[in-house]
């Protein structure tokens, strides 16, 4: 999943934020202060017209603070500045100045994480964002812990995206600082995060209360808001609602679940794309048994075939003798039912390639072989309210099984937990590879896990094996 976005300051001057929304934008970083603790001049108006035209909003402050103090001083003028405003992103810590990396990467894991204690205890999510030498050479393993936003395009910058340059660290990218958009004067920066702060509402959080009905209707409220997307011609304007509107099917959603696929037929495209903005993507997994869902035949050999419709189930349509259409069910009453369905138009009857989000409506008894599949809705509930016997998830929610010792050679969900944690704490394997999630305490499993017990020698014993008190550390942090 990719989102593509900018983050500006004074320098941008006045933007015209009505064609920034309609040329498309996933989201916008707004500068809050600069030296001295000024208000960016531009901010107020940004955060404005960004909310007005229902592009995501985040905050970034390039500290200049030396000390702990100051650092402190910086993060609580945001936070006023801020009034308790809803920010969508996070606000980020820009450390790239040079006289602070002279204070060495002790000082500045302080000065991170006074800034981080401020902005949080606001409510406020928080990131680090850098370039690469800073997060190579500068950053303590302690803080890549937190998000990481993560600067780098070539000198010879031209405001393309250039893809040998991309890190294979941080949530996202920052891969030039000169692009060129409608409703910007002049250069600015363009942005990829990976992570979709606005998603799911914070789903995680709501679990422990949330029924079938509710996680039901957080989907299909996810779909509603896509009737009249359009498909676009060609990769421009992917998120704007109808602009390049064309018949090529170029759409958001290929390009955020699976962009090898641009340019494919994507009914089932939206239906992945839906479960993924409402519960993230392993859950969205999960429901659909198989990522992403492509193929209508697929989803009727995964799962039990009904022949009658309830909300919240998704329609596989058949059609000259085949499920070849799919769509989600949003309200039933006697033989008729309403659907939301993506690749689809306004027309009677079921259109397979129609170029846009519809809403609809059928008399299930004028489709013979029509099926639906009921996802198994309990997989994003907390059926169980007593959380006494789970193991607490730092990311939020809990877990639902008590870890068990991991050790080299073991394959089980156990490891799968360890390695999402040593990689979302920017632990590696050997020779710097990224650590990848194979279920398996493969050598670069040990070797990461080595790191993290080395860094953490002066209560934890480093022996490559992931039991009880490494266990206990990992997830109290």
């Keep these: 999943m990719e989102i593509r976005g900018i983050d500006v300051s004074a320098w941008q001057g006045k933007i015209d934020w009505k064609t920034v929304a309609d040329y498309g934008m996933g989201f916008a970083i707004l500068r ?3 030296a001295g603790n000024v208000i960016d001049s531009y901010f107020e108006q940004n955060f404005s017209e960004c909310r007005k035209y229902n592009i995501p909003v985040g905050a970034y402050k390039y500290s200049y603070a030396m000390t702990v103090a100051e650092i402190q001083s910086e993060a609580r003028k945001v936070v006023e500045v801020l009034n308790g405003r809803k920010l969508q992103y996070p606000v980020w810590l820009d450390l790239e100045w040079n006289n602070q990396r002279s204070l060495g990467a002790e000082q500045i894991h302080k000065l991170a994480e006074a800034f981080e204690k401020i902005i949080t205890a606001a409510g406020y999510k928080f990131g680090i ?16 812990k ?3 936003w993560i600067a780098r395009y070539p000198a ?3 405001g393309t995206l250039q893809e040998r340059l991309r890190p294979d660290f941080g949530v996202g990218w920052q891969y030039s600082s000169k692009a060129k958009i409608p409703g910007i004067s002049g250069t600015v920066d363009r942005n990829i995060f990976y992570k979709d702060y606005n998603e799911a509402k914070d789903i995680k959080k709501e679990n422990a209360v949330m029924t079938k009905s509710e996680a039901i209707n957080v989907v299909l409220g996810i779909a509603k808001e896509e009737i009249g997307y359009l498909e676009k011609k060609n990769n421009s304007k992917l998120d704007s609602k109808t602009g390049n509107a064309g018949s090529a099917n170029y759409t958001k959603y290929w390009r955020d679940i699976k962009p090898s696929y641009q340019g494919q037929p ?3 495209a939206f239906i992945s794309w839906c479960f993924m903005k409402a519960f993230g993507l392993d859950n969205a997994k999960k429901l659909l048994k198989h990522w992403p869902y492509v193929y209508c035949p697929t989803l009727g ?4 075939k009904n022949a009658n419709p309830k909300v919240g189930d998704i329609v596989i349509f058949k059609h000259g003798g085949t499920f070849t259409h799919t769509g989600f069910v949003t309200k039933v009453a006697g033989d008729r039912f309403w659907t939301i369905e993506g690749n689809t138009s306004g027309a009677s009857g079921i259109v397979a390639n129609g170029g846009g989000v519809c809403q609809k409506s059928y008399y299930n008894s004028n489709l013979p072989g029509t099926k639906f599949c009921t996802p198994d809705y309990s997989i994003v509930l907390s059926a169980d309210k007593d959380e006494t016997d789970k193991t607490t998830n730092p990311e939020g929610g809990s877990y639902m099984f008590n870890p068990e010792t991991v050790k080299a050679g073991d394959k089980n969900t156990s490891v799968l937990l360890l390695q999402e944690i040593l990689r979302a704490r920017g632990f590696k394997g050997k020779n710097g590879k990224a650590l990848k999630l194979t279920w398996t305490a493969d050598v670069n499993t040990i070797y990461a896990l080595k790191a993290y017990q080395e860094s953490r ?5 480093v ?4 039991g009880s008190a490494t266990w206990k550390d990992l997830l109290a942090i």
């Design 32 to 34: 809050i202060t600069e």
């Design 129 to 144: 964002y850098c370039n690469v030498d800073w997060y190579l050479n500068v950053i303590c393993s302690h803080l890549k």
């Design 146 to 148: 937190y998000d990481f």
């Design 156 to 158: 010879s910058d031209n």
């Design 266 to 268: 994507w009914c089932a």
């Design 301 to 304: 050999v995964l799962f039990v």
């Design 457 to 461: 020698k002066e209560v934890l014993e």
């Design 463 to 466: 022996d490559g094996i992931c």
